[in-house]
């Protein structure tokens, strides 16, 4: 898959306002019994999701307080589909000290109802001209599993611990864009 993000950020006084959008292409037809296609393997180049967000955010001290709203669209008829789509409020909080420590709750208004944390920690160490970008971040469900509503949607199979993630990468910079490919 293809998983394209681009966001614009605008100052707004003491504040930044950021919209953006992030995208999962199937670059393959992946129908096959063995495949996983969010899209239902119908073509090749097929949009499976798009998430729209927008958020404020605001430097208190050593922290950055951060709100916003993000939307889960899935425009397919298979796979997953507009029966999924939902909305959720977000607020975060980083902080300007080694590590760079981050902690986020999501809250799932429309479907789902339910809360979902994540935590990460970050750290840059210098490679010449480059720099080296290492991350840990883990997610625990706080009431996004096993819906007692049927109309409601659940996002794990139970709360609690949900995944962590270790990351390596390398930006590079090209004019007013920034690439870095991770691990």
């Not at 393997?41 to 307080?65: N, Q």
């Not at 479907?111 to 944390?117: E, L």
């Amino acid at each position: 898959v293809g998983q394209p993000n681009a966001y614009v950020a605008f100052p707004a006084g003491n504040a930044s306002v950021t919209v953006g959008g992030w995208a999962n292409v199937d670059l393959g037809r992946y129908n096959g019994a063995d495949d996983f296609s969010q899209s239902g393997g119908v073509s090749s180049f097929d949009l499976a999701e798009f998430d729209p967000w927008a958020e404020v955010s605001v430097p208190a001290g050593k922290a950055t307080l951060t709100g916003g709203v993000v939307g889960y669209v899935f425009p397919n008829d298979f796979g997953a589909t507009e029966d999924l789509n939902t909305w959720e409020v977000y607020g975060k909080v980083g902080l300007a000290v080694p590590l760079s420590p981050k902690l986020a709750v999501y809250y799932d208004i429309d479907k789902v109802k339910g809360a979902y944390i994540e935590g990460s920690v970050a750290h840059s160490v210098p490679l010449g001209s480059v720099s080296l970008s290492l991350g840990a971040l883990a997610g625990v469900s706080a009431g996004q599993a096993e819906a007692d509503d049927p109309e409601e949607l659940n996002n794990f199979f139970e709360n609690g611990f949900t995944h962590l993630d270790l990351s390596a990468g390398v930006p590079f910079s090209a004019g007013i864009f920034s690439l870095t490919p991770v691990i």
